[in-house]
């Protein structure tokens, strides 16, 4: 019950943030975010490595995401949130498409909390660029 609880949340999280196919490593400039960005996360890797691997892993199938991403939250380098938050955009790390041919972003993002942390995450690149002046 508890593993088909999981696949079924992280279907929900891959639906809505998409999949990752073809993983570009280089910064872009096509969307440069501003100081008013913010994105509402429901999970956030700590580094930079963790969230590329995952998008890697995204690019092949949401089953092989999944269990990465179940390894690393219990390793800790990644987190879920019980309830979405939401995170100042600081950076746009990469640009890949998914395994369904939706474009998605990774982000670097910082907390808007008063106790300062940042990882990072994947969106969908088309939601991203029609909320860039407000929240995503």
């Known amino acids: 019950m508890f593993l088909r609880n999981l696949f079924i949340f992280f279907l929900c999280i891959f639906a809505f943030t998409a999949i990752p196919s073809e993983c570009k490593s280089e910064p872009t400039q096509k969307v440069a975010p501003s100081k008013t960005d913010t994105v ?11 969230i590329m691997k995952l998008s890697q892993y995204d690019s092949k199938s949401v089953q092989l995401a999944a269990q990465y991403f179940f390894i690393a939250t219990a390793a800790g ?48 690149k088309n939601i991203f660029e029609l909320n860039s002046k407000g929240s995503v």
């Not at 955009?89 to 008063?114: F, N, P, Q, R, T």
């Open 40 to 50: 509402l996360i429901s999970f956030l890797c700590r580094n930079e490595k963790i």
């Open 77 to 124: 380098e990644c987190v879920r949130f019980d309830k979405p938050s939401l995170f100042k955009v600081e950076e746009i790390v990469a640009e890949y498409k998914d395994y369904d041919g939706d474009e998605m972003i990774v982000l670097k993002v910082s907390s808007l909390s008063k106790h300062k942390f940042d990882g990072y995450v994947m969106v969908i």
